[in-house]
T-cell receptor
């Protein structure tokens, strides 16, 4: 099964709690992205990792959001003190090179609901 | 500052007919345009792309057209099949960079 794997698939949490979302990219893919899709919205860029380079965090909506990529493979997206507006589907994607001739491969996402 | 715009949130088409999905963009810096398809509870999957040096790219039932003067991108599906029912996103990216900008999506329903 060589696709991008995300866990959990669904997460319901209370406002104010912290959550961690996990992404296992395709083996050998150097680029990893996090996007989110809120209801009725497009895919919103959050953060990008490429190899050992410093990540592009320009899309993170607030300092409650952070992400890590350990060993150039697995990534975790952490949301602290969750708010109701954080409710969305969080999508992880990887690509071989992180360039436009290397399309993104998405996981099935984590649906986060903050009550 | 939205740089790709899908103005039609939904589209219904009869099976066997042509589906045309549209996307407008706001400047010409970006060199690649892509279409992704998304089924419920799944991640988007890559469908077809086109470079800004081309006007057309075809792959089976799917053809993407790029009208640079109008800054308009379209995806044609012919003949449409019920399995094509999904949300379609257009996206764009600049040559040599990694950032993809996505539209808000168009939900296509192909009626049997």
């Amino acid at each position: 099964g060589a696709g991008v794997s995300q866990s959990p698939s669904n997460k319901v949490t209370e406002k104010g709690k912290d959550v961690e979302l996990r992404c296992d990219p395709i083996s050998g893919h150097t680029a990893l992205y996090w996007y989110r899709q809120s209801l009725g919205q497009g895919l919103e860029f959050l953060i990008y990792f490429q190899g050992n380079s410093a990540p592009d965090k320009s899309g993170l909506p607030s300092d409650r959001f952070s992400a890590e990529r350990t060993g150039g493979s697995v990534s975790t997206l952490t949301i602290q003190r969750t708010q109701q507006e954080d409710s969305a589907v969080y999508l992880c994607a990887s690509s071989l090179l992180g360039l436009n001739n290397s399309p993104l491969h998405f996981g099935n996402g984590t649906r986060l609901t903050v009550t | 500052d939205q740089q790709v715009k899908q103005n039609s949130p939904s589209l219904s088409v009869q099976e066997g007919r042509i589906s045309i999905l549209n996307c407008d963009y706001t400047n010409s810096m970006f060199d690649y345009f892509l279409w992704y398809k998304k089924y419920p509870a799944e991640g988007p999957t890559f469908l077809i792309s086109i470079s800004s040096i081309k006007d057309k790219n075809e792959d089976g039932r799917f053809t993407v057209f790029l009208n640079k003067s109008a800054k308009h991108l379209s995806l044609h599906i012919v003949p449409s099949q019920p399995g094509d029912s999904a949300v379609y996103f257009c996206a764009r990216t600049t040559s040599g960079t990694y950032k993809y900008i996505f539209g808000t999506g168009t939900r296509l329903k192909v009626l049997a």
